[in-house]
């Protein structure tokens, strides 16, 4: 990771967020998708009631695993990171059962936004469906809870790096020339810290070379993003956030007695023309 570390200065991108208060629109998911939005954060999107019921049987699930691919956190559901596709798609089925548990008797707003936005894109011609493979499909989010210490709950990254090297056995790969966009729903939250910190900044190939973090996109040093301006959504139970995941994200550092913050977090984005993947 050190030895070919070039000191060239991270190229600034612009940042084009929109934050306010209500529900989610179709239009601003498709905004993101294309491009148009960097980071869209809808304050009070979805019921608290629910945001705690999932966060109560989060925290009871059988399901719950400590991760042990070097990101601290524990979990609920698969991750496509660093695995290949026969395995996280025997992961995902593995994961299903506790994954829908997290919504029994609820009615689930990952699944609501899904739905309603593959209404909105077949009127558009184009299908929305979760990846899949020979060994299963994709589920329709995963629970994590970061348990970084020091300054970042989960450390800056970009979710652009896992996809480019999940290898051609993937059908989503091809997401990887797109916009990778990356959804994430809030059911708990600690009582101070865990925003979601974007940097203008979206490496290509290249810079991740140069950083050593050419398969992984995690995480990227303190010393690189000094100079990069960043902005921090502040966020809430009940609050949706939906940014391009090409850009540099992390979770900043989390305090407070108890509360434990929680996030639903899926991908999706273009394969082709006419059809969207989701997975996570
Ligand atoms: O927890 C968050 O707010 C962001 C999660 C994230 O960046 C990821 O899962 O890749
Ligand atoms: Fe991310």
């Given at each position: 990771m050190k030895t070919n570390q070039v000191s060239k200065a991270a190229a600034i991108s612009p940042l084009a967020i929109r934050e306010r208060t209500g529900s989610i629109s179709t239009a601003?998911?498709?905004?993101?998708?294309?491009?148009?939005?960097?980071?869209?954060?809808?304050?009070?999107?979805?019921?608290?009631?629910?945001?705690?019921?999932?966060?109560?049987?989060?925290?009871?699930?059988?399901?719950?695993?400590?991760?042990?691919?070097?990101?601290?956190?524990?979990?609920?559901?698969?991750?496509?990171y660093r695995k290949?596709?026969?395995?996280?798609?025997?992961?995902?089925?593995?994961?299903?059962?506790?994954?829908?548990?997290?919504?029994?008797n609820l009615v689930d707003p990952v699944r609501a936004l899904f739905d309603a936005l593959k209404r909105e894109l077949h009127r558009q011609g184009i299908d929305l469906r979760l990846a899949r493979s020979q060994d299963g499909h994709a589920n329709i989010c995963r629970a994590l809870s970061?348990?970084?210490?020091?300054?970042?709950?989960?450390?800056?990254?970009?979710?652009?790096?896992?996809?480019?090297?999940?290898g051609n056995d993937y059908e989503f790969s091809a997401v990887a020339h797109n916009t990778?966009?990356?959804?994430?729903?809030?059911?708990?939250?600690?009582?101070?810290?865990?925003?979601?910190?974007?940097?203008?900044?979206?490496?290509?190939?290249?810079?991740?070379?140069?950083?050593?973090?050419?398969?992984t996109g995690y995480p990227y040093s303190k010393a690189y993003l000094e100079p990069v301006p960043c902005r921090d959504l502040q966020l809430k139970a009940g609050d949706i956030a939906l940014i391009d995941g090409g850009f540099v994200h992390g979770v900043t550092c989390q305090s407070g007695s108890g509360k434990r913050r929680l996030v639903l977090n899926s991908f999706f984005g273009f394969a082709q023309p006419d059809l969207v993947l989701w997975w996570t």
């Amino acid at each position: 990771m050190k030895t070919n570390q070039v000191s060239k200065a991270a190229a600034i991108s612009p940042l084009a967020i929109r934050e306010r208060t209500g529900s989610i629109s179709t239009a601003e998911i498709i905004s993101v998708l294309h491009g148009e939005i960097t980071g869209l954060h809808i304050k009070q999107a979805f019921s608290t009631e629910v945001a705690e019921e999932i966060t109560a049987k989060f925290v009871g699930s059988p399901g719950l695993q400590e991760r042990k691919d070097g990101v601290p956190g524990q979990y609920v559901g698969a991750s496509h990171y660093r695995k290949d596709a026969a395995t996280y798609f025997a992961a995902s089925e593995t994961a299903r059962p506790y994954v829908d548990a997290l919504f029994e008797n609820l009615v689930d707003p990952v699944r609501a936004l899904f739905d309603a936005l593959k209404r909105e894109l077949h009127r558009q011609g184009i299908d929305l469906r979760l990846a899949r493979s020979q060994d299963g499909h994709a589920n329709i989010c995963r629970a994590l809870s970061w348990s970084g210490v020091g300054a970042y709950a989960l450390e800056p990254h970009d979710d652009v790096a896992q996809v480019i090297c999940a290898g051609n056995d993937y059908e989503f790969s091809a997401v990887a020339h797109n916009t990778v966009a990356a959804l994430n729903f809030y059911p708990s939250l600690a009582d101070e810290g865990g925003n979601l910190r974007l940097w203008s900044h979206k490496p290509t190939v290249t810079d991740r070379k140069s950083q050593g973090v050419e398969t992984t996109g995690y995480p990227y040093s303190k010393a690189y993003l000094e100079p990069v301006p960043c902005r921090d959504l502040q966020l809430k139970a009940g609050d949706i956030a939906l940014i391009d995941g090409g850009f540099v994200h992390g979770v900043t550092c989390q305090s407070g007695s108890g509360k434990r913050r929680l996030v639903l977090n899926s991908f999706f984005g273009f394969a082709q023309p006419d059809l969207v993947l989701w997975w996570t």
